[in-house]
Nanobody, 129 residues
Framework: QVQLVESGGGLVPAGGSLRISCSAS????????IGWFRQAPGKEREAISC????????NYVDSVKGRFTVSRDNAKNTVYLQMNSLKPEDTAVYSC??????????????????????WGRGTQVTVSS
């Protein structure tokens, strides 16, 4: 079964750090570009970061640049999002998505987002003030 599963979310105080994971099963993650998305209550889902499978390039939106880092561990078939200096406005459900077409060549995709092959269900990240 092809699926992505996020983990590692939780409650963290403002200024803290958290690393969330996106683990794949049923397919090889290093053949896919991965995007991290988040959706806060009452807001639209937004893409915040991506990592290209063809170039290794990583991209970030301005709101997380310098604080978040995306990486992949092909041996574990997992992509990570390290989040530092967290702010209350980072509170959201974080999801990962994978596609065999590289959508991370230049920048993080903007809406309308492309249809992506596989989505995870998400993990909740809550940052307290």
């Amino acid at each position: 079964q092809v699926q992505l599963v996020e983990s590692g979310g939780g409650l963290v105080p403002a200024g803290g750090s958290l690393r969330i994971s996106c683990s794949a099963s049923g397919f090889t993650l290093d053949d896919y570009t991965i995007g991290w998305f988040r959706q806060a209550p009452g807001k639209e889902r937004e893409a915040i970061s991506c990592i290209s499978h063809s170039t290794g390039r990583t991209n970030y939106v301005d709101s997380v640049k310098g604080r978040f880092t995306v990486s992949r561990d092909n041996a574990k078939n997992t992509v990570y999002l390290q989040m530092n200096s967290l702010k209350p406005e980072d509170t959201a459900v974080y999801s990962c998505a994978a596609d065999a077409v590289d959508f991370c060549i230049i920048a993080v995709p903007r809406p309308p987002y492309p249809t992506l092959d596989v989505w995870g269900r998400g993990t909740q990240v809550t940052v307290s003030s």
